[in-house]
């Protein structure tokens, strides 16, 4: 039997930051449910309407070739690469992909997926957190040496 988990951790790789949002790209979602990137976005074209600009937007060719040009080592020769720009997922669109990709394991890989973007959130509100509480002592170091 094949290992079909996904751990947070995993997922948690394969989130990006692109015009200000975290987002799945169409190739990673597909690795982690295990359907080719060809099934995952002919499903989201049957299904348009569902996926709304903040929910799901297709990378610039600029934004492409920079993503491409920080992962992949380009092989040459015809058929090693995508024809279509990858689609970017937020998290409101990697939802809604529970509803139109109906498997149980895509079922179970977004739970996971949900998870990592809630523990994406808790580690950043954390940092935030953090940062005032330095922020608050440096003031009140800065006080302190004004003072003497």
Known sequence: MVDTRVSVRQVEHTILMLRGHRVILDTDLALLYGVEVRVLNQAVARNAARFPSDFMFQLTEQEYRSLRSQTVILKKGRGFHRKYRPLAFTEQGV????????????????????????????????????????????????TVVSQR
């Not at 990709?101 to 997926?113: F, K, P, T, Y």
């Not at 953090?130 to 922020?135: F, H, M, Y």
């Open 95 to 142: 939802a809604m992909l529970s509803s139109v990709l109906r498997s149980d394991r895509a079922v179970l890989v977004n739970v996971e997926i949900m998870r990592a973007f809630v523990r994406l959130r808790q580690m950043l509100a954390s940092h935030v957190d953090l940062a005032r509480k330095v922020e608050a002592l440096e003031k009140r170091y800065d």
